[in-house]
T-cell receptor
């Protein structure tokens, strides 16, 4: 099941610079997308979401961009901080089709270097 | 800030035994979920629960699994006869259904080890 893919297993960024995490999806029925952050031995923590009727959503240092024609979304973190080091998961749902489940990508491990 | 809690944090059991994993969702949430993550793999959906019944379940959620909301606060996942391949982190999540509040909030997880 590869409906949601995060092709970069890891990413290393200098503190203060921009981190860009990417996610692709194949199911055109997905209409709601979320990013989660996960530290070891903890559950996923909700970061930011976007509905398919939008192409951008911003919350502080975090911005999610959605390109529906390319079935691609990205998470931008500016500026990156050492506390941002974690595994980031992209997730999608076919919310308006009545499905509540989230389909997750494999995750990208982000490391912020001082 | 309200959060989802799960107990126990780690459960070790022998193959064939029954286990019950417990969750307390956020109090004003209406939808409840169980997910699992086998070591090194993706987080996978198991089941969603609303209005005291299952609203959606995955292929993984077979007859060995059941969920229950025995009272107004707890939400449980029961595995009737555990198998080695049930070893995983099990995450409970909850969400509201008001407009723009569909985000699911996860608990810290229960690590289940089947020996």
């Amino acid at each position: 099941d590869q409906q949601v893919k995060q092709n970069s297993p890891s990413l290393s960024v200098q503190e203060g610079r921009i981190s860009i995490l990417n996610c692709d999806y194949t199911n055109s029925m997905f209409d709601y997308f979320l990013w989660y952050k996960k530290y070891p031995a903890e559950g996923p923590t909700f970061l930011i979401s976007i509905s398919s009727i939008k192409d951008k959503n911003e919350d502080g240092r975090f911005t999610v961009f959605l390109n529906k024609s390319a079935k691609h979304l990205s998470l931008h973190i500016v500026p990156s901080q050492p506390g941002d080091s974690a595994v980031y998961f992209c997730a999608a749902s076919a919310l308006f089709q009545g499905a509540q489940k989230l389909v997750f990508g494999q995750g990208t491990r982000l490391t912020i270097n001082p | 800030e309200p959060e989802v809690t799960q107990t126990p944090s780690h459960q070790v059991t022998q193959m064939g035994q029954e286990v019950i994993l417990r969750c307390v969702p956020i109090s004003n949430h209406l939808y409840f979920y169980w997910y699992r993550q086998i070591l090194g793999q993706k987080v996978e959906f198991l089941v969603s629960f609303y209005n005291n019944e299952i609203s959606e379940k995955s292929e993984i959620f077979d007859d060995q699994f059941s969920v229950e909301r025995p009272d107004g606060s707890n939400f449980t996942l029961k595995i009737r006869s555990t198998k080695l391949e049930d070893s995983a982190m099990y995450f409970c999540a909850s969400s509201r259904t008001e407009q723009s509040s569909y985000e699911q909030y996860f608990g810290p997880g229960t690590r289940l080890t089947v020996t």
